[in-house]
């Protein structure tokens, strides 16, 4: 059984940075990627990295601000967020699937529960 438990959310200052990461169990070998959802929005895709980390994509959005990573000796992606603007404010999920392409797509198999990440002065 899969479990992606999200951490390293908060309240960050615009401008400010944080680091997301993802602790996964249950399946190896599969794309990571995080995904967010404002208030009355609907979720989007963010991020996504393959297996052996060599393969990225980003939303226009986040490119250039934001950094996908993964350790997988220790089955931890992380989400590197720098240069928070207040319209990123969101909750923060975690994703898994064994596709590159479902993950860009928006279509992943297994979601995390998510974490809060509130950008305001």
């Known amino acids: 059984q899969v479990q992606l438990v999200e951490s390293g959310g908060g309240l960050v200052q615009p401008g400010g940075s944080l680091r997301l990461s993802c602790a996964a169990s249950?399946?190896?070998?599969?794309?990571m990627g995080w995904f967010r959802q404002a208030p009355g929005k609907e979720r989007e895709f963010v991020a996504a990295i393959n297996w052996a980390g060599d393969r990225t994509d980003y939303a226009d959005s986040v490119k250039g601000r934001f950094s996908i990573s993964r350790d997988n000796n220790k089955n931890t992606v992380y989400l590197q967020m720098n240069s928070l603007k207040p319209e990123d404010t969101a909750v923060y999920y975690c994703a898994q699937d064994a596709l590159f392409r479902k993950v860009v797509a928006g279509s992943p198999h297994y979601w995390g529960q998510g974490t809060q990440v509130t950008v305001s002065s």
């Open positions: 249950g399946r190896t070998f599969d794309t």
